[in-house]
C-alpha cells in the first residue's frame, strides 16, 4: 500500500510563489518507476491534471501553467515537488499528487489548498 502526503498550500497573493511537496510512503518501491503527476481541482471544477514527470526526468505542463509552474523530484527519490510561480486567482484549487497518467484511486490523499488572492 501507498500513501501520498501532499503539503506546502496556503493563503498567496496573486503573482506570488509557492512551493508543493508530496512524500510517498508504503511501498514505495513499486510507485517510484511509475510517472507521477499533480492534479488540482477548483470548488465546481473537476480535477485536472497539472504536470507530470516520469521517473526519467521527462516533463509536461497543462497549458495553463505552462512557464509558470516547475514540477520535479526531491533528493529523496519518493518525493515530488511542484514551484508555482506568478500565481493568478484562478489557480485557487485543492492540489494533489498521484500517479499519470491514470491516477490510483487508492493513492488520493488529502490534498493541500492553495488560495491567491489579495
Known amino acids: 500500500q501507498v500513501q501520498l502526503v501532499e503539503s506546502g498550500g496556503g493563503l498567496v497573493q496573486p503573482g506570488g510563489s509557492r512551493r508543493l511537496s508530496c512524500i510517498a510512503s508504503?511501498?514505495?518501491?513499486?510507485?517510484?518507476?511509475?510517472?507521477m503527476g499533480w492534479y488540482r481541482q477548483a470548488p465546481g471544477k473537476q480535477r485536472e491534471l497539472v504536470a507530470s514527470?516520469?521517473?526519467?526526468?521527462?516533463?509536461n505542463y497543462a497549458d495553463s501553467v505552462k512557464g509558470r509552474f516547475t514540477i520535479s523530484r526531491g533528493y529523496a527519490k519518493n518525493t515530488w515537488n511542484l514551484q508555482m510561480t506568478s500565481l493568478k486567482p484562478e489557480d485557487t484549487a485543492v492540489y494533489y499528487c498521484n500517479t499519470f497518467p491514470t491516477p490510483n484511486a487508492d493513492y488520493w490523499g488529502q490534498g493541500t489548498q492553495v488560495t491567491v488572492s489579495s
Open positions: 508504503g511501498s514505495i518501491a513499486s510507485i517510484l518507476p511509475i510517472p
Open positions: 514527470i516520469t521517473s526519467g526526468g521527462y516533463t
